[in-house]
């Protein structure tokens, strides 16, 4: 058993019978009232988002989790299939655990899975992609009024991203998979 002094952002607790990840933690300490931690946690099967408070000292129930470097095979259904490089064991994870990340993955890219035990319980896409854009529109001439003009690019994964102008059809553009955002084009 740990206590709340012991939890960080990023840590899996057991909360209600529910794994939840902790994506924020605060200690805070209320004028002349006991301190407390507030928390922000995602349930990681139901992708929920809640808010708890915490004592201080209170115990609380942290799950060991493993974390491991997989290989995007290819989508099936509601599932991604994903592969250990090491023993070339194939497993089944939902694309919820993947959340949005899951719109610009491609065939053998790396993905983080994280396992409590034997089950997969979340995973991660990479952060930054790089991907070429199959179609966007061509940039006006002239059409540049001010700095932050953007328009939509359908990217080879299929998914829309808002681009510069002067970004082109066959071009690769590097992509924050977090915010699903237009980094930098890729020079050749």
Known sequence: MANTGDVSIGCVLRYNGELCLIT??????????????????????????????????????????????????????????????????????????????????????????????????????????ELEITYTEPGIKGDTASSNTLKPATVETGATVMVPLFINQGEKIKIDTRTATYVERIKK
């Open 24 to 129: 924020e933690w605060q200690h805070r300490t209320p004028g002349n009232l006991r301190a407390f931690y507030q928390a922000k946690m995602r349930n990681l099967k139901t992708g929920k988002q809640t808010e708890n408070r915490f004592r201080s000292g209170e115990e609380v129930t942290m799950v060991r989790v493993e974390y491991k470097m997989m290989q995007f095979i290819y989508p099936e259904g509601d599932f991604i299939v994903v592969m250990d490089n090491e023993t070339y064991e194939q497993i089944h994870i939902p694309t919820a655990a993947l959340g949005d990340g899951i719109n610009f993955l491609k065939e053998g890219m790396e993905v983080k899975v994280t396992f409590e035990e034997e089950t997969p319980i979340l995973a991660e896409a990479p952060t930054f992609v």
